[in-house]
Each structure stands twice: as C-alpha cells, then as structure tokens.
C-alpha cells in the first residue's frame, strides 16, 4: 500500500483527520494547501508532514479558527495562534482531573471509570458536570491545542464520559417528569458532549430529556417535536461549526417548530452570537442554565 512508502491516500488522510476530501480539493486550489504529489494512476498521495500538519490544523479548526487564517502561515504562526487560544493563568489542574489524565494516557478504562464514580458519588450529577467534567474538558482541550494528548486519548475520554454519564442520566430520568425537552445537534455538527452535559444537568432537576444525538436534520427535529410532545429544544453549537450559518439555521429551525416550543441554543459556536432570532434563548454556560420556567414565560409564541 501506498502508505508504506511515507505518503498516503486521499482517503487515508480524511479518516485520520476528519476533514473530507471535497474540502481537501477546495483547499488545494484556493490556499496552495496541502501539495499533494501524483502516484502512477494519478492519484493524489500526502507526504507524512502534511498529514500532520493538516491533524494540527483540524485541532485548530475545532477551536474556532478559520481556514483561511489558517493554511497559508508557517509553522512558527501556528505556534503563535495556538499559544493565543490558551487561556491566560490557566488554572493548576486539580488532582482530581490530573489522575484521570493519567489514567487516559495509560489507557487504564476501569481507572477513569473509578475516578468518575468517586467523584459522581461525592458531588451528585450538577456538581459533578461543574466542577470534575467542565474542568477535565477543559485541560483536555488546552493539551490538544498545544499537541500534547493523542487524537485516540481524546476519543477515548469521550466514549468514557459517554459512557457514564449516560448510564447515570438513564437513572435519574425514571424520576423525570414534565417538561420534556428534546436535544440535538445539526447536520455538520459532530460534537455532542455539550448536548451530554445539558441531558445531565436537565436530569438531575427533574427534567425530562429526550436527547436525539449529533446532526439531526431540521426536518427530523420538526417531526420529533411532535412525535415526543415535547416543551423545548436545545441545540449546541462547538467553535467548529460555520459561524456565518449559525443564525440562518436558528431562524430556519424557529420557523419549523411549533410557536410555544421553546428554543435553546448554546456552546463555544454561539457565545459571541449577538443578535437572536425572536424566540430563541441563549446560556453561555452550564452553571447559568435558566429554569424552564424562565426560558417558557420569555418565549412569545411565534404565529
């Protein structure tokens, strides 16, 4: 195979980078990156160097960054907007957080399984989301800007959190009453731990949640709002989702659902979103997530 040889395939470098190979096309004739080479039939094929720069590249892209800021610097210039998106004193990690960091970088799932257990036991679920899984998330996401935790490290936590708050969350909704909310994110949107975190702290008041998953189409929610009778929807938004169609997908999805549907909207993507369609309500974090009643009293029926 073409990758022993140091370069690989198209199709190698969209599975290890989760940027499709359309973009990498576009990419190529608009920005001069990536250069591939041709093999003998003519198919692209990436140097090792490129499809590392393009994994730095996604982890940027994740944060917000564009693409087009982004494919024409240096390496040093990568070094510079990475070291921007680190917040300035950066909190000490807790021991805590720290011990599961290192229980992911050895791989040891029954270890991240205690830790998180001890410290659910220990808080109960809202201050478990606050203070133990905002955090690790929080280091998780400064170590992948600065290249320092593994794309599989990642996606093991990930699974992990996945894993434990859905069983948790699964037991607190058999106690769950009205309202129910229903919660997804749109086509394009890959990023679901926020829509997790938002089922865990609706659960533990008492909220009853329907969480449908990642990129849900419009239509689908439309017809799931009817089906699940339910009182809102949240939708979340990561820094990687197109800022620029944002607020045209809102008032596209206001528009489809019923007017005394409540619309919820939040994440990195919408946090310096300003103006909101008429009858969609924005939390800029978990801890300031409005009671239901507040959210439905300020929604005006949309006729």
Known sequence: ????????????????????????????????????????????????????????????????????????????????????????????????????????????????????????????????????VVPLLQAVGELWISGKLQIFQEHFLSEQLNRFLNAEIAILQKSAGKPLVLLATLPGEEHTLGLLMLAAMLSCSGVSVVNLGGEVPMDQIGKAVKQFHADAVGITFSGAYPYQSIRPHLYELRELIAGDVALWTGGEGVRRLRKLPTGVTKFNSLGKLPLFSEITDATPEIK
């Open 1 to 132: 195979m073409i990758e022993n040889y140091g370069f690989y395939s198209i199709g190698v470098v969209e599975r290890d980078t989760g940027i499709g190979r359309d973009t990498l096309r576009v990419w190529e004739r608009r920005y001069g990156f990536p250069r591939p080479v041709r093999n003998g039939k003519g198919e692209r094929c990436y140097p090792e160097d490129q499809l590392r720069r393009l994994q730095r590249t996604r982890r940027l892209l994740d944060h917000g960054v564009r693409p087009g800021k982004l494919l024409p610097l240096s390496e040093d210039a990568l070094d510079e907007i990475e070291a921007s998106l680190l917040p300035e004193g950066s909190k000490k990690i807790d021991k805590t957080v720290e011990a599961i960091l290192g229980a992911i970088r050895s791989a040891d799932a029954g270890q991240v399984e205690v830790l998180l257990r001890r410290q659910y036991e220990k808080r109960g679920m809202r201050e478990f989301v606050l203070e133990t």
